[in-house]
């Protein structure tokens, strides 16, 4: 079984430094159901800049992040409340989709 997931392969656009968004490249994460996420705002606040992108739970993508770059991780954990962040919203421009094996617990 296998589901949809994107592959970042190269830096997205955004409001965090550049080292934080550069350590999203190769990073894999499950693509979520088109979910309604209201108003898109930055991670920071003010306008988005990867609006009409794919669509992926925060918590996924933090996750997949913390084990692909530990401190770029934190800095969202530390800078932006995780409660905050439904969903992240990456520029199609940055990634592409691939399929992930998925295990059966």
Known sequence: ??????CIFSTP??????????????VI??????????????????????????CVKG???IE???????EAAKWWKDNVPLENITHLVFSRDVCSIVEEEVIPS
């Open 1 to 6: 079984m296998t589901r949809q997931c994107i």
């Open 13 to 26: 656009p955004g409001q965090a430094p550049d080292w934080v968004r550069e350590a999203w490249v190769g």
């Open 29 to 54: 994460i499950p693509l979520s159901e088109p979910a309604n996420v209201g108003h898109q705002r930055g991670a920071l606040g003010g306008s988005p800049q990867n609006q009409n992108g794919y």
């Open 59 to 61: 918590s996924d993508a």
């Open 64 to 70: 997949r992040l913390e084990g692909h770059n530990p």
